[in-house]
Every structure is written in structure tokens, then in C-alpha cells.
């Protein structure tokens, strides 16, 4: 395994576009009473029941972080009133500030790990996210200066006005239990709840000088991981619309392409608008080679497609056969090449059976996965290479045998023969440091141990 990670290392990636701070805050059963008692615990769970799908107003964020606190799942929810800053404020003290979003995170990982060249963009840049990146010579942000492509350190390229785009996270663990009224609830899994900030001033796209040169871009890269479509809004008061900016990303991938037929690995995230997660799905992953996600947006994406009860399923049991099901869908409603999917029990990739690597090569490409997210649970951020025998270190999950199990069964149950299917059990932190980031690591692992290997093959 270790020779495919070394392997993974020569590769030079691109990646777009969010680069946010995370503000974390560790939630104590003491902050969840109190907000309960704030804005009454009737309240709460008749706004639980409406299931609002963005944060107007504080009722709003309270209902949805306690339907996260009482599934354990991860979810994301839009924070559209900007008046709300000085409420969350006034409340939560954030324990830590790091760089967030898949750009920023996975190009923080990648450069740590010693990768040959990384280069991150995002629309925005401020000095305070560019002091976030690492300050390393293989990690560089895309400029253009006298009509010429140039490559920076992010510290080097900042734009002065640009906005701060700060997303609050809200880590919660695994038995912390808290009254909502009457009932009494004990918080399954340990995960994250983020509040993403989505305001008017910050689109997802590239920006008109640098867009000529995203061909020349890709001949410089091995791939590319592509991530940030949830945080584009259906209007805006200019006019522009979600179509607008889906037909330039859609522009965007066929330009990185155009001179060098790189991979593209598409991270998703939780889209709470039903109708703009259609509109992703349908526009972007017909363009992408891979797409990696967790189980609530697996179960997000079923939904979509017009699976209603097999998302349901998904979401609130996470059997595997289900999964298998979900994901062969999906791989063919969209014509992917290769699907992961991660959930705190196990990984697993669904691919066409004409794809080249064995199945034994598709698992060592999770297993590196789940080994560089077990060393950023250990360790709360990667550093070095060094780092992944911290995760080597982390035992499977209690559940690793019921898993292999319960795949077995699924296999028999199921026409599996024109895939391959592969699933590993998760090497799982008992009390991590902290948990947001490490579905985008773990993406970061496979897609890059997956070239690596197709690379070897002579395949790619
Ligand atoms: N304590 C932990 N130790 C190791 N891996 C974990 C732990 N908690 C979660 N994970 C892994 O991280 C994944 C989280 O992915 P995801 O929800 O996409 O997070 P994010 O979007 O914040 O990166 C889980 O599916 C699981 O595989
Ligand atoms: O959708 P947004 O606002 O770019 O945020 C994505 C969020 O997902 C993460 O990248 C984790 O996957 C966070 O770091 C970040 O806050
Ligand atoms: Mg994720």
C-alpha cells in the first residue's frame, strides 16, 4: 500500500473552487440546553417537523442542528441572513478557526503529503484565507499578470478587497445527551453540523482572465478535483442564475480537458434546494469521471433521481445492500466511471467491470483512504508523510467483520456481475481531534491512489 501512496505523490492536481475559514465550535450538551431553553423547546420541535432547508432566522439553525445532533449524520444547511453573524456571535466562543472547504482542505493535505504540485483556486481570495494554505513551494494559487498565466504561493497572490467567506462548524460527539422537553436524546455518531455561509458577493466560477488558460492548466496537472456547486444560489440580483453559472462550469471542465484528457473527481456536498441539487447532478457529473459522498448525500442524491424510499432507507439505516443498490444507480444514471461512497462504517467503490484495476487494487486505493482520515482524526491535521502511520496505527471499526459480512449477503441478493464493487471497513478515531474535512480527505486519498494505480497500469 505504502507503494501506491509514493506512487500518488509525483501527481500534480488541480483543484476549485472554495476556499472558506471554518470557525469550529465543540458542542457541549450545556450549549444545546441553553439554545433550547432560548427559543423554547415546543418551538423547536414543531420548526424540527417543517424541516427548514436554509437559516433565516435562529429557530431555523436550532431545529436542524438537532435533527443532525439526534441521526448523527453529517449535514450542511445555507445561512442566507447575513444579520444572523452577530447572533451566532454573541453565543458561541470558536475554538478553533482553520481553512475549510474541499479546495482548501484538500490542497492543505496534499502539499503536507509532499505531492509533486498543487494547484488551488477559488474566485475569492483574502489575505486572511491565503495565510491559512501552507507556505509551501508545491502548493500554488493560478494568476494572470501581462496576459500571462503565472503560479503563486497563496500569500503572494491575495486580493486585498476580496470577502472572508467563514462557514461555522459544529462538532458533536458520540454519547452526548441533552433534554428536548421531555425526551431525552443521546447523539448517536460523532460528526459535524455545518452552517455555510451563502451570500451574494462570493460565486462559484472562474474568474474571466484566468478562464483562457484553464487548458494550459490541465496540461500541467495529472487531474483535477472539483468541488463548491453547492454553494451556487438560484438567483441573483444582477440577474445571473444557477443555469448561468452551471453552463460556465460546465465550460470550465471541457477546457481543462481540452488539451490533455485529465481525470476529474467531483466531491459533492449537501445541497439543501431540491431543485439546484437536480440541476448540479445533471449538469456537472455527465462531465466528471469520479464523484465521492457521504451517506446523507447519497441518500440526497436518490431523492433526486426519484428514489424517495430507498433514500430514506439509505439515510436512516446505511445497510449496505442499499448502498450497493444507490450506487450502481447512480454510476449509470450518470455514466460515471467510478463512484465512492464514505460512511463512518465503511468506503466503497462502485465502478463499470470493464474498469482496469482489480478489485484488490480498487481496495488498496480506500484503504489509503481511510488510513490518511484515521491520522487527521488522530492527529487533527496532516502534516507530513510521515503522518500516514499514524493511521496505519488505527484499528477497523467494531463493525469491520459485520461489514465484510453483510457485503457478502448483498452481493448474492443483487446482480453485481456487470460491476466491481469493493468495500473496506473504516479505520475509525474513538475521540477525534475533529471530524469536518475528512470525507474531502479521504476523496483526496482515493482519487489520487486511483490514478496512481491506472498510471501503473499504463492506463492513464
Ligand atoms: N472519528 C473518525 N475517524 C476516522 N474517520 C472518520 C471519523 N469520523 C468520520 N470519519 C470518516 O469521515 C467521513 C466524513 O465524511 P463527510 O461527511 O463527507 O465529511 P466532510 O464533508 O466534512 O469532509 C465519514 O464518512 C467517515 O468515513
Ligand atoms: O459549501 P461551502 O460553503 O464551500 O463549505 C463546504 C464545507 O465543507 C467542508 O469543506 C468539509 O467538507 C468544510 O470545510 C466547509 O465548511
Ligand atoms: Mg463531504
Given at each position: ?20 475559514v471554518d ?45 443532525a445532533?439526534?441521526?448523527?449524520k ?9 444579520e ?9 466562543k ?72 467563514v ?14 422537553g ?11 453540523f ?8 462570493i460565486?462559484?466560477e ?17 487531474g ?35 488539451n ?8 459533492f ?134 461489514v ?47 490514478l ?9
Open positions: 500500500m505504502i507503494d501506491v501512496f509514493q506512487d500518488a505523490q509525483k501527481l500534480s492536481l488541480y483543484l476549485a473552487y472554495n476556499v472558506n470557525a469550529i465550535v465543540y458542542l457541549r450538551k450545556e450549549h444545546i440546553e441553553k439554545l433550547i431553553r432560548e427559543l423554547g423547546s415546543e418551538n423547536v420541535r414543531r420548526r424540527m417537523e417543517d424541516y427548514p432547508r436554509e437559516i433565516n432566522e435562529p429557530i431555523d439553525f436550532v431545529a436542524r442542528l438537532i435533527h445532533l439526534k441521526t448523527g453529517p449535514m450542511a444547511v445555507p445561512l442566507v441572513n447575513e444572523m453573524h452577530t447572533w451566532f456571535d454573541e453565543r458561541f470558536y475554538n478553533v478557526e482553520r481553512i475549510g472547504g474541499q479546495v482548501g482542505i484538500i490542497a492543505n493535505l496534499l502539499a503536507n503529503l509532499d505531492f509533486k504540485k498543487v494547484i488551488a483556486y477559488s474566485p475569492i481570495l483574502a489575505k486572511r484565507q491565503a495565510q491559512m494554505f501552507v507556505n509551501k513551494p508545491n502548493l500554488l494559487y493560478p494568476v494572470v499578470e501581462n496576459g500571462e498565466l503565472v503560479l503563486k504561493k497563496p500569500i503572494e497572490a491575495y486580493r486585498e478587497n476580496d470577502p472572508v467567506k462557514n461555522r462548524i459544529f462538532e458533536f460527539r458520540k454519547g452526548t445527551r441533552f433534554k428536548l421531555n425526551e431525552v436524546i443521546e447523539v448517536p455518531h460523532s460528526g459535524r455545518i452552517v455555510a455561509s451563502r451570500f451574494e458577493s460565486r462559484i472562474t474568474k474571466e482572465d484566468l478562464k483562457p488558460f484553464l487548458p494550459k492548466i490541465g496540461e500541467l496537472v495529472d483535477a478535483i472539483l468541488s463548491g456547486y453547492q454553494g451556487i444560489k438560484k438567483r441573483y440580483s444582477d440577474g445571473k442564475d444557477a443555469n448561468y453559472y452551471l453552463r460556465k462550469a460546465k465550460e470550465d471542465i471541457r477546457l481543462l480537458k481540452k490533455k484528457d485529465i481525470k476529474i473527481h467531483v466531491e456536498a449537501s445541497i439543501q434546494d431540491r431543485e439546484l441539487r437536480k440541476k448540479v447532478i445533471y449538469n456537472i457529473f455527465p462531465l466528471a469521471d469520479s464523484v465521492g459522498m457521504d451517506e446523507s448525500e447519497i441518500a440526497h442524491i436518490l431523492n433526486s433521481l426519484g428514489y424517495p424510499k430507498l433514500a430514506d432507507r439509505i439515510f436512516n439505516y446505511n445497510r449496505i445492500e442499499d448502498t450497493v443498490l444507490g450506487g450502481k444507480i447512480i454510476l449509470d444514471e450518470l455514466n460515471l466511471e467510478i463512484l465512492q461512497i464514505h460512511t463512518i462504517y465503511y468506503l466503497m467503490y462502485i465502478t463499470h467491470k470493464d474498469n482496469p484495476l482489480s478489485e484488490d487494487e480498487l481496495r488498496q486505493s480506500l484503504e489509503i483512504a481511510t488510513t490518511l482520515a484515521a491520522a487527521r482524526a488522530s492527529l487533527g491535521d496532516i502534516k507530513s508523510p510521515e503522518d500516514f502511520k499514524v493511521g496505519l496505527r488505527v484499528p477497523y471499526n467494531e463493525y469491520g467483520e459485520f465484510k459480512l453483510r457485503f457478502e449477503e448483498a452481493k448474492r441478493k443483487l446482480r453485481t456481475r456487470e460491476y466491481k464493487i469493493v468495500i473496506i471497513p473504516t479505520r475509525l478515531v474513538k475521540n477525534p481531534v475533529s471530524t469536518v474535512g475528512l470525507g474531502d480527505t479521504i476523496s483526496a486519498g482515493a482519487f489520487t491512489s486511483y496512481a494505480l491506472l498510471r501503473r497500469k499504463g492506463m492513464y
